[in-house]
């Protein structure tokens, strides 16, 4: 059972450049989302999706952006990577019961350093 | 919108002790509540949740935590630690009719022989 899937899990971009980074999910869920990660601040919300077609900004968005083509997939992209953008960067789903949510399931992670 | 604080950015730990991690959150409307724990290298783990019901809370590996409304507040203990408790933890809550997650900053726990 493979659960949430990031690839790749360390990458070094130099500033300017652009990236994708991949979030798979097979656990059929509806939401997904990208946090990031840095010292002392816990998980910052990015960008967050509802389902196929749907996506929204979260807390720090801007330099991202996020489509949802698929259940399954939901790829962060950097559009100009800016060394403020060194960070670690997870990937999360989760689904509702009715009206309650279930827990989120993370990735393992995606180690972004730019230099 | 809601906010969590972790009041400890790190804690020492000797084996065999019982620690308690605090967390306290502010939200104009009810939440849910989560630990989550992340040990090196590792995305994150769910420990336990509080949705409704019973304000004691039983996880995994032996960690609870109690909601208290009325202090805002979501502590996590355990009674006895290990050496493999050596991780972060994280205090999260969401909205119930969502699933944005706030965490707080984190607390390192260190288990120390």
């Known amino acids: 059972n493979a659960g949430v899937t990031q690839t790749p899990k360390f990458q070094v971009l130099k500033t300017g450049q652009s990236m994708t980074l991949q979030c798979a999910q097979d656990m059929n869920h509806e939401y997904m989302s990208w946090y990031r990660q840095d010292p002392g601040m816990g998980l910052r919300l990015i960008h967050y999706s509802v389902g196929a077609g749907i996506t929204d900004q979260g807390e720090v968005p801007n330099g991202y952006n996020v489509s949802r083509s698929t259940t399954e997939d939901f790829p962060l992209r950097l559009l100009s990577a800016a060394p403020s953008q060194t960070s670690v960067y997870f990937c999360?789903?989760?689904?509702?019961?009715?009206?309650?949510?279930?827990?989120?399931?993370f990735g393992q992670g995606t180690r972004l350093t730019v230099v | 919108a809601q906010s969590v604080t972790q009041l400890d950015s790190q804690v020492p730990v000797f084996e065999e002790a019982p620690v308690e991690l605090r967390c306290n959150y502010s939200?104009?409307?009810?939440?849910?509540l989560f630990w989550y724990v992340q040990y090196p290298n590792q995305g994150l783990q769910l420990l336990l949740k509080?949705?409704?019901?019973?304000?004691l809370v039983k996880g995994i590996n032996g960690f609870e935590a109690e909601f208290n409304k009325s202090q805002t507040s979501f502590h996590l203990r355990k009674p006895s630690v290990h050496i493999s408790d050596t991780a972060e933890y994280f205090c999260?809550?969401?909205?119930?009719?969502?699933?944005?997650?706030?965490f707080g900053g984190g607390t390192r726990v260190l288990v120390k022989p």
């Open positions: 999260a809550v969401s909205e119930p009719a969502g699933n944005k997650l706030t």
């Open positions: 939200s104009s409307v009810s939440v849910y």
């Open positions: 509080y949705l409704s019901g019973s304000t």
């Open positions: 999360a789903s989760s689904s509702r019961t009715g009206s309650m949510n279930t827990e989120a399931f």
